[in-house]
């Protein structure tokens, strides 16, 4: 270890145990990001009709050990997958199996890799085959509120920008107060773990807020349910789904606020296409 980049040498902000990345260490959660943008296009493309879950999960362990990376979740917890794939009324946390799935199915996919010590974390959303389009529009409220969050990681903002940035973006579109958001899981803090302070909620949220700074880097993952917002917990202690039995969409991304604005590091563009659309500046305009 020769430079100050190394993962075990991380600065903690005091008052807040927040993770302060300098700009090479935010370069190399990039890379780990990047690992973790790929294998969600390569499991986007294998979705189709007939495969399992279980396919999906051997794609993506393979695809993050050839890049050299760890798949974070395997183990976590106990966790005996390297993704989540949630199908329909799941949420989050769906455990790769047999389950096959069918045409019409929507299903949540969530990643992890730990590369060169650094953790990147997204989940993408997928249609099986045709889907109905009320559920498509499901996904793309909760696309479009990742993204309106994602836009509010500005060095000298407040964390509730995000929270208050999603649940505003879901509430204004037609039908949006419909739609519920869920409260028992949230976003989080990223960089040397997966979890790390603090946490970032998918709602607004009254109060003081912490500062938003240079060098933070943001797990945002707004899960939208097409009704009602409570969740519980299968028998298996993972997979958390709708108490109505009503569908459910998860996205998320990775995203490092410098001062050129917003990073997304676990989308391939680093954002810049939606963030020129959202007339947002960011750094992933002029790198790649
Ligand atoms: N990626 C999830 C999150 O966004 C965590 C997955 S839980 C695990 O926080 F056990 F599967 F790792
Ligand atoms: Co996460």
Redesign the pocket.
């Known amino acids: 270890m020769c430079s100050t980049s190394s993962a075990s040498e991380t600065v903690f902000r005091r008052k807040d145990r927040v993770e302060v990345k300098s700009a090479e260490q935010i370069a190399l959660m990039r890379e780990a990001g990047l690992v973790v943008a790929r294998t969600l296009a390569l499991l986007r493309d294998a979705v189709a009709p007939g495969i399992t879950t279980r396919f999906l999960d051997v794609i993506a362990e393979e695809s993050i050990r050839s890049s050299g990376a760890i798949p974070?979740?395997?183990g976590?917890?106990g966790?005996p997958?390297s993704?989540?794939a949630s199908v329909n009324d799941e949420v989050?946390?769906g455990i790769p199996g047999d389950r096959v799935l069918l045409a019409g199915d929507q299903l949540s996919i969530?990643?992890?890799a730990i590369l060169a010590g650094w953790h990147g974390?997204a989940?993408i959303t997928v249609s099986v085959g045709e889907v109905d389009p009320a559920f498509l529009e499901l996904s793309r409220v909760t696309e479009e509120a990742l993204w309106a969050g994602l836009a509010k990681a500005q060095v000298g903002g407040k964390l509730n920008d995000i929270g208050r940035s999603v649940e505003d973006s879901v509430r204004a579109q037609p039908g949006g107060a419909a739609y519920g958001i869920v409260e028992e899981?949230v976003?989080?803090g990223i960089g040397t773990s997966?979890?790390m302070e603090p946490n970032v909620p998918n709602y607004d949220v009254t109060g003081k807020s912490l500062g938003l700074i240079e060098g933070m880097a943001l797990?945002v993952?707004p899960m939208v349910c097409a009704g009602q917002r409570t969740v519980r917990t299968l028998d298996d202690d993972?997979t958390v789904v709708t108490v109505d039995g009503l569908r459910a969409c998860h996205w998320?991304h990775t995203v490092a606020l410098t001062t050129e604005g917003p990073w997304v590091l676990t989308a391939l563009d680093g954002g810049a296409a939606r963030f020129a659309a959202l007339g947002v500046a960011s750094p992933a305009s002029t790198r790649a």
Do not use: K, N, R, T
């Open positions: 974070s979740f395997l976590y917890h966790y997958g993704i989540c989050v946390h969530d990643c992890g974390d989940a899981y976003g989080h997966m979890h797990a993952e993972w998320e």
